[in-house]
């Protein structure tokens, strides 16, 4: 103990003796500094790494940055001075870039409504090129850059004009919908093994479906009958179409796609396996094999015309589709329920096909 005495003894002599050099403002800040960190470890206290907020580091790198070097290295620190340097310059920095910040940083940020503008014409118009939107923009007495309608269109990941002009199939599918049709052959066997071959057709706005007939020998006659009463029927519903999309069947003869010429009807034949260009009557028939079709015994050809009839009714006065609102065909989508009426809902079931097609309605 007594050699411990002396040792603290002569040790804290020759730093009374460091001191007397020092001015008082170096050792004020000295003081200063030992007392904040004392601060930080008793805020601290129980935990296994002492952590300095950017507040303590601010004011520690602004007290201890006027020391000497040599005693800033002598002081009792719980960092290295290296660091307190580094804490001082990273200070400098932030202050340089508020005070050295440009009050202009480049050109302003175009105007949402001219964004939305231009993107509005591009979609409208997918032959514009951007100097064309460039041009019906000064029209409109809006003043921008052609460079600035370039970013735009660059921005959203819009093609340029020439690209954006050619016209897809699934294009010429929506734009034509009101005047297209499509029709396809189904193929479904009986119990007693007899194959039976049924023929349908769809309207690309509406999604109404009409069944023209199924057959066990899809003959050109009996096709031909098919076209004609397709024609009929479209003529009695006060319809206009003008295309009808069929694929490349050996069933079509020559004299079906010529009756259908004589009532302003033009076939447009899909490529060589590619069903994709008949999209949404495959979407059909596969909707009829899965809700009709595969889960129901087929007796005799009699009975395939009740079970299509009733899917017919169900499909086109019923069945919600996602492309029109979910609506039917031949139903508009109702009107939302009163708030009064949901709390207290009465639905009755109605069952086509024996329980195989279930419709649901409210009770009167």
Excluded at 159 to 175: E, N, V, Y
């Amino acid at each position: 103990m007594l050699l411990r005495l002396a040792y603290l003894t002569v040790t804290n002599l020759f730093s009374a003796l460091r001191l007397l050099p020092m001015s008082d403002r170096d050792k004020d800040a000295e003081i200063l500094a030992l007392r904040h960190q004392i601060t930080v470890l008793e805020r601290q206290l129980g935990t296994d790494r002492i952590k300095f907020t950017p507040a303590d580091r601010a004011f520690l790198a602004a007290l201890l940055i006027t020391l000497p070097r040599q005693a800033l290295r002598r002081l009792r620190l719980l960092v290295r001075p290296d660091t307190v340097l580094r804490w001082h310059r990273d200070l400098m920095k932030r202050r340089h870039a508020r005070t050295c910040r440009p009050k202009k940083p480049g050109q302003p940020p175009t105007v949402h409504s001219i964004r939305r503008l231009v993107l509005r014409l591009v979609r409208e118009n997918p032959s514009w090129g951007y100097r064309r939107v460039h041009g019906e923009l000064a029209t409109l007495g809006i003043k921008a850059a052609a460079s600035t309608v370039w970013e735009i269109l660059t921005s959203e990941g819009i093609d340029p004009a020439p690209d954006r002009a050619a016209t897809t199939w699934a294009d010429f599918l929506r734009s034509q919908a009101d005047a297209l049709l499509a029709c396809d052959f189904i193929e479904t066997v009986t119990l007693t093994g007899q194959r039976q071959y049924i023929l349908a057709v769809i309207e690309h706005a509406t999604r109404r479906i009409r069944i023209l007939g199924t057959t066990a020998h899809p003959t050109a006659a009996w096709v031909s009958q098919a076209a004609r009463n397709l024609a009929m029927d479209l003529t009695d519903a006060n319809t206009t179409f003008v295309y009808l999309i069929r694929d490349r069947d050996a069933n079509y003869p020559a004299l079906f796609d010529e009756i259908l010429s004589n009532a302003g009807i033009q076939v447009v034949r899909t490529g060589i396996r590619i069903p994709r260009m008949n999209a949404i009557m495959e979407r059909w028939v596969q909707t009829c094999r899965h809700e009709v079709l595969d889960r129901t015994l087929i007796f005799n050809e009699h009975h395939l015309r009740h079970a299509l009839h009733q899917f017919e009714l169900h499909y086109n006065l019923h069945r919600p589709h996602q492309a029109i609102d979910q609506a039917a065909p031949l139903r508009p989508a109702p009107e939302p329920l009163p708030h009064a009426q949901i709390t207290q809902l009465k639905v009755r079931r109605r069952d086509r096909l024996g329980g195989v097609l279930h419709e649901y309605q409210h009770s009167a």
